[in-house]
């Protein structure tokens, strides 16, 4: 695999149109796999679920390379997304753009695991069922991870610096993670932001280490783009392969070392070794290959894994509502949370997949239509907020 920074031969000035399909479509596919597992987690009788044993340690390892494939892609493409003016800076309209939708990530996040029926009862919550709001979920790590990298994005001046600062930040943020995890940060600071740096409280996804492997997409992208338009598919069907290996070198001695320290930790040990992230990592760049070749062979509906890909996020979050439900309506799990055999269970999870898909194409397709579609869906969306916290 040989490496030419930034030659200028052959290469063509990238804009967010020219972004790889694949990027997208192995987003999706990443966001169909999140979707599967969670459902699958919340409706299947745990007495069927033993991730001790095969299958199911298989698919519980599989799950939880999940949210890595989606980072790591997500870095990855707002590196395409993000463009530069001839001074290197990225314009203010996108950085509003993209720091309005980390912080609707955000809200999203902790509004769907709302403690209250209405925003003033907040006043009488007791302690600790705010313990389980400020639990980090994935919508909240994407959104500050991607706050992170703006930041960067700011500081840096050209790809090169993105790749080499990316780098370096993902690097850090990895070995690290032992570290911070072997600290108490509830008796510090407030628990609104120590559950952002510590599991013993129920955090999901913790920066350390899951905004690595945002840092870990976001070198690549910077390394994809310097590489020409017409050999980026081939790039990654014979280079990523290589790059996987060698993460899989690096995490597979870490991760039998840390065993070695695990007495330290009494907190999801899965989350704070290091070797798992390399090797988690490795596995995502394993697989790109594979999804390049899928691309290939599918080409004739890139159109729908761009449109799909770029509404992941969206995918998913519609997935929550239809599944958990809202104060207004209930979900899926309100009536078979862990009771349901596995047969019915996966029919659920079609059911859902299916149905997170055609609204999110629905959505789109009526605000392309009319022009008034989108402010019905924006008042709309107000309206049942208010509802939802003052009403």
Not at 243 to 258: D, Q
């Amino acid at each position: 695999m040989r490496f030419h920074w930034f030659d200028e031969k052959e290469f063509i000035p990238d804009d967010i149109s020219q972004r790889l399909p694949v990027l997208d479509l192995v987003r999706l596919v990443a966001m169909v796999m999140m979707i599967q597992g969670h459902t699958l987690f919340e409706l299947t009788s745990p007495n069927i679920i033993n991730t001790n044993v095969f299958p199911w340690n298989v698919w519980d390892f599989i799950r939880g390379i999940t949210a890595p494939v989606f980072l790591i892609v997500s870095g990855a493409v707002n590196v395409f997304a993000n463009k530069r003016d001839s001074s290197g800076r990225i314009s203010p309209k996108t950085s509003h753009r993209r720091l309005k939708m980390a912080l609707i990530l955000i809200f999203i996040g902790y509004f769907v695991v709302f403690p209250v029926k209405r925003i003033y009862d907040l006043i009488f919550l007791e302690k600790q069922y705010w313990l389980g709001f400020f639990q980090v979920n994935i919508l909240q790590l994407i959104g500050v991870s991607l706050i992170f990298l703006l930041v960067l994005f700011i500081f840096t001046r050209n790809d090169k610096s993105l790749f080499k600062w990316s780098l370096i930040i993902a690097l850090a943020i990895t070995f690290l993670t032992p570290v911070v995890h072997a600290f108490n940060f509830h008796t510090f600071l407030p628990e609104y932001i120590a559950a952002y740096f510590s599991y013993q409280k129920g955090t999901i996804f913790s920066i350390f280490p899951y905004t690595a492997y945002l840092f870990f997409g976001a070198a690549f992208g910077a390394y994809l783009k310097n590489v020409p338009i017409h050999k980026r598919i081939e790039f990654l069907k014979k280079n990523s392969l290589v790059i996987g290996v060698a993460f899989f070198a690096i995490g597979i001695p870490l991760a039998l070392l840390f065993q070695e320290f695990t007495y330290l930790y009494k907190y999801n040990l899965l989350s704070v070794d290091l070797g798992l992230v390399f090797i988690r990592s490795g596995c995502v760049f394993i697989g790109m290959p594979l999804i390049a070749y899928l691309y290939e062979k599918t080409k004739n509906l890139s159109k729908y894994y761009s449109f799909f890909g770029k509404k992941a996020i969206y995918i998913y979050i519609i997935h929550l509502l239809i599944l958990y439900g809202t104060p207004v309506f209930p979900g899926f799990a309100s009536f078979y949370q862990k009771a349901l055999s596995l047969p019915s269970a996966f029919g659920y999870v079609i059911l859902i997949e299916l149905s997170t898909i055609g609204i999110a194409y629905f959505i789109d397709y009526a605000m392309a239509k009319s022009s008034h579609a989108k402010d019905l869906f924006r008042y709309s969306l107000t309206a049942y907020l208010i509802y939802v916290l003052f009403i």
